[in-house]
């Protein structure tokens, strides 16, 4: 159950109160719109009176409950870590001129949009692909004022001076703030292309902190032992690669199932970019050595950024990684290799907060204000939903429903068990196989009330997040209309 551990001095208990309220029925009910939140006129007025409270802020959202997500790896001893990030543009384009209030709000991908970047972290635990928690979640927009990308005054506005800024901010804090809750984590960071920032990745190697970071094809060279500088799409032209291996590639993709990749590894000397910036309060960056992956389609020819496109010939998968982690063996290769293919878990969330759950982008409010608040609230919220489909997708027998769910909760999913999913007597093809009370069990009677038919494969498998968040809300349905019948003490 959240707690409040520290609120800002003006806040009053009522305010409290209502945002543990708030909180609670984000997680029962995925969905930003006030209408389906408060279940009467005075919670709607309640709701709307909230999020133009001063007291309720987005760093309390960010300390009380961002980070109080984080208690699920409280459990102590070592434990290894990956930790996604990525930027999502939350677009309010088509509401423009129904917000009265645009603060906060800013130009998007177009000049013409109206915007709010979403920079956020999740955990996944790296030895059972399981989610765990979310990490950070940081908000920022840009100039409204701008006139062109490329002037000076017009990089991002608030904390976030810049690109690599805002990345190394979202890595540093995060890592900070898990290793609060557990000092023996080993958290490994994973980005995109976006990340390939030479400045910010040297400044991590003096912080000690691990990352693994897709390069961006265009980056152009390394420093061989004999001062040659190569381009680093021809680097094991030149340099012999110190392990090298091939590996079916694992998706859901049908046109690229069977694939075989070469993954190959090799460690080199980067020099600093001409065009490399200093980080705020960091050092001149300097040359630094990394560990550099490749893994590619053997069958296809490498992507050339140098050609014109009418020149390139048919090109393949290809992914050249960036880490500073030690790789001596095949098997630290290859498990590196999965920790970025776990990357692409956060696109599918931030699916689930846009178009597969939340709908953040039709949030009804007409303050830029108050439509942060709820983007961090449905962040931080989505914590409880996606720890529920994670118990299914993994088969999680072990971790008890009493994590997520409260003692009269878990009972009240043994009746609907019982009484309306007919659990008992179901034939072995489609009954619960999962220990009663279990993480695994719960969400198998949680999306079968959305609509799933409780057929569960032997390989991983799982309801999608629309039937979990389906059964979710219909179960609170249930169990507020047995409490309001005294059929819940």
Known sequence: MMTISAAPKKMNKQTKNNILKLYSMLEDNPSTQIKNLGKTAAEHKMLYRLFSN????????????????????????????????????????????????QEGLGPGGRESNLSVFGHVSIVIDRDTSSFQCIGSADLYSRDKDRVTCKEKKNRNSGPFAGEKTRWLISMLDSDKELKKVNPELDILHVCDREADIYPMMECLNRHNIKYLIRSKEHRRTA????????????????????????????????????????????????KVPKSSKYIIGEP??????????????????????????????????????????????????????NCYQQRWRIETYFKYLKSDGFDIENICLRDGGAIRKMILMAISASDKI????????????????????????????????????????????????????????????????????????????????????????????????????????
Request: charged fraction near 30%; glycine fraction near 4%.
């Open 54 to 101: 001063a007291t309720f802020t987005e760093d309390y959202i960010q300390e009380e409950y961002i980070k109080s997500c984080h208690q699920a790896l409280a459990k102590g001893g070592k434990q290894r870590v990956i930790v996604p990030h990525d930027t999502t543009e939350i677009s309010y384009n088509n509401r423009k001129n129904w917000i009265k209030n």
């Open 223 to 270: 420093i061989l032992e004999d001062k040659k500088n190569v381009p680093l799409i021809n680097l094991f032209d030149y340099q012999v690669a110190r392990l090298s291996t091939n590996v079916p590639l694992e998706t859901s993709r049908k046109d690229l199932q069977g694939i075989q990749l070469k993954v190959r590894v090799t460690r080199t000397l980067l």
């Open 284 to 337: 001149r960056p300097e040359p630094m050595y990394i560990n550099v992956i490749e893994a590619f389609d053997p069958t296809k020819a490498f992507p050339n950024p140098y050609l014109k496109k009418e020149d390139r010939e048919e090109e393949g998968i290809y992914w050249r990684l960036f880490t500073n982690e030690s790789v001596d063996t095949e098997e630290e290769l290859l498990d590196l290799l």
């Open 386 to 489: 996606l720890r529920l489909r994670e118990a299914g997708l993994n088969q999680d027998n072990e971790t008890s429903a009493l994590t997520i769910f409260t003692k009269k909760e878990v009972d009240f999913l043994e009746t609907i068990f019982v009484e309306h999913l007919d659990g008992e007597k179901r034939s072995p093809y489609n009954s619960n196989p999962f220990n009663s009370k279990s993480m695994a069990w719960a969400y198998w009677v949680i999306a079968s009330l959305g609509g799933f038919d409780g057929i569960v494969k032997k390989i991983k498998h799982a309801a999608s997040i629309k039937k979990v968040e389906k059964g979710l809300e219909r179960f609170y349905i249930m169990y507020d209309t047995a409490k309001m019948l005294g059929q819940i003490t």
